[in-house]
């Protein structure tokens, strides 16, 4: 079983399909190869053949004359040559080994000297050609100009092929033609060819062997850096999500894959801080309503005498209940923003128009901390926004900025419009931030330290800027603050007006105003 298990993971493995992918291309082009070689050398072979028997036809008429014997009255075919000349010789005697000579009635002629019939024994192994199909090939011949030889493939009695060139020959006289055949024998080709397929099919297999081995051998060090990486994942745990993959430096796939799995590790470090911090926040929050819930009930069921202290508990609780549906609200509705589940509503409108209504709502507020506030917008300033959001960030910011002014400041709203940008201003004059505090301002539950920060019932989350920041940032925003001790802060936002236009630059990770 454990045998079956591993040659299942081996045949399953990437390592193993890519040694077949080389294999099968191996068998492809070596087999594509043999086809065109073999193609190849078949005709090359076949030229020299033609070739071959075409040398024949042509010392054949160089040398054999058919002329009627005055003494027989017979039509006999005659060589001439020099029988002491080796090279004469040698061809005459290679042409009369397959020869065929015969009239254009079909029948044999006689070979001059022995009077014998015009036809080698090779030939007639072969087969004598019938009358009938010579007189047709005679005629066939002689309807064309020049007459046209015809070329066939033979075979012999022991299956061996020769090449025949069949045609028409003339008499001395140029008066009567004769059927004539010459051959030469395919053996030789046919062993050069027998020899070429035996030879590859030996090397073929040690080929194959070869790719295989060689296709094995690339894919394991192709999936080396592979297999790196899957054991560095493996490494990567919920307590070290800050390990990271070093890349290659080679540009490749591979740096690829490496620098995306290190984004996803990212995210998931992201996702990860973020539910590690929700719950710290919640268990930090809820811990101080709760004990004073708990505290405040006790007391008044152990030291309460009377119905109206037991309902001054009750009052004092149900306060403290209240902060923690606040707290909770507050918390989830940041989280689903930080997550990607609160998603923007975009709409055109003029943002003129909701910075009048915003700063025209807190002039009661601010009448009463005794704060001047203004509005200064300079027309129409029309951009693609999610409306409850942009008034979410304003409102936040203004009730900030009211909070943290005294007596007699002023707090201001300024709008500017721009051709690819909307630009939006809240300054105030209050008590300012140390810029030792700054970098802390968009943490959850930040509350600047000597500035309201002790418990009550009109103290806030610190949860504010956490929104502001998502806000911008969701807008594709960028934001800027300048704080000064003892004579206010003033921060900037700008937000492109267009859907889906970039800003210029990126969220800034400084903080804005003091947290609510």
Not at 74 to 89: G, H, K, L, M, R
Not at 108 to 128: F, R, W
Not at 292 to 314: H, N
């Amino acid at each position: 079983m454990w045998r079956k298990r591993n040659l299942r993971r081996i045949l399953r493995g990437l390592r193993f399909r890519l040694t077949a992918g080389y294999f099968l291309f191996f068998i492809v082009l070596l087999g594509g190869v043999a086809a065109l070689f073999q193609a190849r050398l078949t005709k090359i072979l076949d030229d020299q053949a033609d070739n071959s028997v075409n040398q024949q036809w042509a010392a054949m008429k160089g040398y054999l004359r058919i002329e009627k014997n005055p003494q027989t009255q017979n039509t006999e075919a005659f060589w001439y040559y020099d029988d002491e000349d080796p090279d004469e010789s040698r061809i005459v005697l290679n042409i009369q080994r397959i020869y065929f000579v015969a009239g254009s009635n079909g029948k044999l002629i006689h070979e001059g000297k022995t009077g014998d019939d015009a036809i080698s024994t090779e030939y007639e192994d072969l087969g004598v050609d019938p009358p009938a199909l010579i007189r047709k090939e005679v005629q066939t011949a002689m309807a064309t100009s020049p007459p046209q030889p015809l070329y066939t493939i033979r075979r012999n009695k022991q299956g061996a092929q020769f090449l025949i060139r069949s045609g028409i020959v003339f008499d001395e006289q140029h008066h009567n033609p004769y059927y004539v055949a010459v051959g030469t024998p395919l053996s030789q080709y046919e062993n050069i060819s027998r020899e070429f397929a035996l030879i590859y099919a030996g090397v073929v297999p040690l080929a194959l062997l070869l790719g295989g081995l060689l296709g094995w051998f690339m894919a394991g060090r192709a999936l080396e850096p592979v297999l790196e990486v899957a054991q560095a994942a493996q490494r990567i745990s919920g307590s070290n999500l800050s390990l990271r993959i070093p890349t290659r430096q080679a540009g490749d796939e591979l740096d690829y894959l490496i620098l995306t799995f290190n984004r996803m590790i990212e995210r998931l470090e992201a996702s990860f801080q973020q539910m590690k911090q929700f719950s710290a926040d919640v268990s930090h929050e809820l811990r101080t309503p709760i004990t004073a819930i708990r505290g405040q009930l006790e007391v008044a069921l152990f030291t309460a005498k009377s119905d109206e202290q037991y309902r001054d508990a009750i009052v004092d609780a149900l306060q403290d209940i209240d902060r923690l549906s606040q707290i909770v609200r507050a918390l989830l509705l940041l989280s689903q923003a930080e997550s990607g589940q609160l998603t923007l509503q975009k709409s055109r409108l003029d943002l003129g128009d909701v910075v009048r209504d915003l700063v025209e709502q807190f002039q009661i507020p601010a009448e009463a901390e005794k704060v001047r506030l203004k509005a200064v917008v300079n027309g129409e300033c029309p951009a693609d926004v999610d409306r409850v959001q942009i008034e979410r960030m304003i409102t936040n910011l203004l009730s900030n900025a009211i909070k943290f002014t005294p007596e007699g400041g002023e707090v201001r709203v300024i709008l500017r419009s721009y051709p690819d940008l909307a630009e939006i201003i809240v300054e105030d004059t209050g008590s300012g931030i140390a810029k030792e505090y700054l970098p802390h301002i968009f943490d959850r539950f930040y509350r600047v330290p000597g500035q309201g920060s002790a418990p009550g019932p009109d103290q806030g989350l610190g949860l504010g800027l956490s929104f502001v920041a998502w806000i911008v940032k969701a807008h594709h925003g960028t934001i800027e603050v300048d704080s000064t001790l003892g004579r206010g802060t003033r921060f900037t936002v700008r937000i492109p007006v267009e859907v889906g236009q970039p800003a210029t630059g990126e969220l800034t990770a400084e903080p804005i105003l003091k947290e609510m």
